[in-house]
Nanobody
Framework: QVQLVESGGGLVQAGGSLRLSCAAS????????MGWFRQAPGKEREFVAIIRWSDGVTYYADSLKGRFTISRDNAKNTVYLQMNSLKPEDTAVYYC??????????????????????WGQGTQVTVSS
């Protein structure tokens, strides 16, 4: 049974940082990529970043480049999202998700949440002004 468990969310002041973690278990993810999405109240789920397990290639939403960094620890089967210079508009529930991705498919082609196979339960991030 595949499980993705997010942690690390919380309340932070604007300008602060948080690091989210996503622990994956239940299958081999070597042919998968891991994405982070977020969803604010009343808004659609939004792509944040993606990383391929096998080679660490990443892709980011344009609006978040430079502030957010995705990484992975293969030994721990964990993906991270480092978020810096946080703004109130970053307030949302953050989800990690897994999508099957062949080695020759660009990671940037997987920004639609409907394409993802597995999802975590989400972790709340609240940025106060």
């Amino acid at each position: 049974q595949v499980q993705l468990v997010e942690s690390g969310g919380g309340l932070v002041q604007a300008g602060g940082s948080l690091r989210l973690s996503c622990a994956a278990s239940g299958r081999t993810f070597s042919n998968y990529a891991m994405g982070w999405f977020r969803q604010a109240p009343g808004k659609e789920r939004e792509f944040v970043a993606i990383i391929r397990w096998s080679d660490g290639v990443t892709y980011y939403a344009d609006s978040l480049k430079g502030r957010f960094t995705i990484s992975r620890d293969n030994a721990k089967n964990t993906v991270y999202l480092q978020m810096n210079s946080l703004k109130p508009e970053d307030t949302a529930v953050y989800y990690c998700a897994a999508v099957w991705l062949s080695w020759n498919t660009a990671v940037g082609s997987r920004t639609n949440p409907r394409e993802y196979n597995y999802w975590g339960q989400g972790t709340q991030v609240t940025v106060s002004s």
